[in-house]
């Protein structure tokens, strides 16, 4: 990576804001998945140990600019100060007198978590003066900036690209780091042996990532609802599948517009479907979904081609399911996906041996195969579905890592 980190930087004694991604998913106050606490501990570790006092600040969900008691930061403090197994202590407010008598108060070593940012509505403001007089009080007590919040790198807010207006040095956090580095090697792979798998609910979200892979990959393969929206383009019927307009169009531009790539393009040659009025089940070839039926994933002849090819390969970018995967018996598509990432075989094009190299990422994917019991397979899980997915739209660029100190 290109961009400093906390390992260029002195941060002894200093007064360091750490922006890290604590947007984990929450239910009746509990939160049901903590990877991306634990994704933040090696860098706030990191600081500690260098002797900085760590003042970090995150959001939570989208109160939009108003204090949302269902979206404070605070169960996050808790669990935190379990998994460091000593104290957080935790500010409910991001800026004003509050965290500057924590600060205060606070030595070399300690950490303090502030409250949700976006319950100012100036962390979010498109109003650049008034997003950057949020940043430059959330600055304010600090001394320096690292960026841990890999899964908010694609958005320009206060706390994620202001503050770099107003402190120095501005530096990448070791999750931001690997996260880079691992993507990178998926936009710098060769084509040969370089599989790449979309699926997910809409073409639409995913144009730009779909016209930056097809020139560098070998195949790619589709699945998901996304599949129906190439059907419909082409003229097939989709019945009571998924498929928005939007899609459809988003599908239309591609085919018009990519050329000869598209023959790398794979569509899935049959479907699991189920009728919308008596809820039976059936395998269906591609062109034979009819009214009345919902294709809700790809079915075992796409199943075993695509198993086939990723076994194969020597890199597979992975993102979006392959079906309905909430709803089993839907779940078999993502299931044998993520199974063959798992027994991946080619030539290993990063790490050398014979263990391919895959790397998932997006949102409902990780989900996915967490709940498969196989994140464990898989070389890297990014913890930024948006994040992951832009960076390979922009070809390698976010706006949060782009306004960090360059290296050397
Ligand atoms: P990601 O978050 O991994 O980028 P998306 O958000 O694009 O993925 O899409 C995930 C959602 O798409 C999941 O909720 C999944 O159930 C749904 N989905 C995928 N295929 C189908 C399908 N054939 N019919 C209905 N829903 C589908
Ligand atoms: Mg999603």
Redesign the pocket.
């Known amino acids: 990576m290109n961009k400093k980190t906390i390992r260029d930087v002195d941060a002894s004694c200093k007064r360091v804001l750490v922006r890290v991604d604590f947007n984990v998913p929450m239910e009746d106050g509990q939160i049901t998945d903590d990877t991306r606490i634990w994704a933040a501990l090696p860098t706030i570790n990191y600081l500690r140990e260098a002797g900085a006092l760590v003042i970090l600040c995150a959001h939570l969900g989208r109160p939009k600019g108003q204090i949302v008691p269902e979206y404070s930061l605070a169960p996050v403090a808790v669990r935190l100060s379990e998994l460091l197994d000593d104290e957080v202590a935790f500010v409910s407010d991001c800026l004003g007198e509050q965290v500057t008598e924590a600060v205060a108060g606070a030595a070399p070593g300690d950490v303090i978590l502030l409250e949700n940012t976006r319950f100012y509505s100036g962390e979010t403001s498109k109003d650049e003066a008034e997003m950057l007089a949020f940043a430059e009080k959330l600055a304010a007590p600090a001394q320096m900036y690292v960026n841990d919040a890999f899964g908010a790198c694609h958005r320009a807010h206060g706390s994620t690209y202001g503050v770099t207006k107003f402190l120095s040095p501005c530096v990448a956090g070791l999750l931001v780091e690997k996260e880079v580095t691992k993507l990178q090697q998926v936009l710098d792979a060769d084509r040969t042996g370089f599989v790449a798998v979309l699926?997910?609910?809409?073409v639409s979200?995913k144009i730009g990532v779909i016209e930056q892979l097809l020139p560098r990959v070998g195949s790619l393969l589709i699945g998901?609802?996304m599949a129906w929206a190439f059907f419909k383009a082409r003229g097939m019927e989709v019945g009571e599948?998924?498929c928005t307009e939007e899609s459809v169009a988003g599908a239309q531009q591609l085919i018009d517009s990519m050329g000869s790539y598209l023959d790398r393009m794979v569509l899935p040659v049959d479907v699991h479907m189920k009728n919308v009025v008596t809820g039976e089940t059936k395998y269906a070839p591609a062109d034979g979904i009819e009214p009345g039926w919902d294709?809700?994933?790809i079915g075992p002849e796409t199943r075993a081609q695509y198993a086939e090819v990723i076994r194969g390969a020597k890199l597979v970018f992975w993102?979006?399911?392959?079906?309905?995967?909430?709803e089993p018996p839907f779940d078999e598509g993502t299931l044998a996906v993520a199974k063959a990432m798992g027994e991946c075989s080619g030539y290993n094009v990063v790490g050398g041996g014979d263990s391919g190299y895959n790397v998932v990422g997006?949102?409902?994917?990780v989900a996915a195969i967490t709940q498969m019991g196989l994140a464990d397979q898989m070389d890297h899980v990014s913890t930024g579905?948006g994040a992951s997915?832009e960076f390979i739209e922009n070809n390698g660029i976010l706006p949060a890592v782009k306004v960090l100190d360059d290296k050397g």
């Open positions: 699926g997910g609910a809409k979200d998901g609802a599948s998924l294709a809700l994933d993102n979006g399911p392959m079906g309905y995967f909430e997006g949102g409902d994917s579905g997915l």
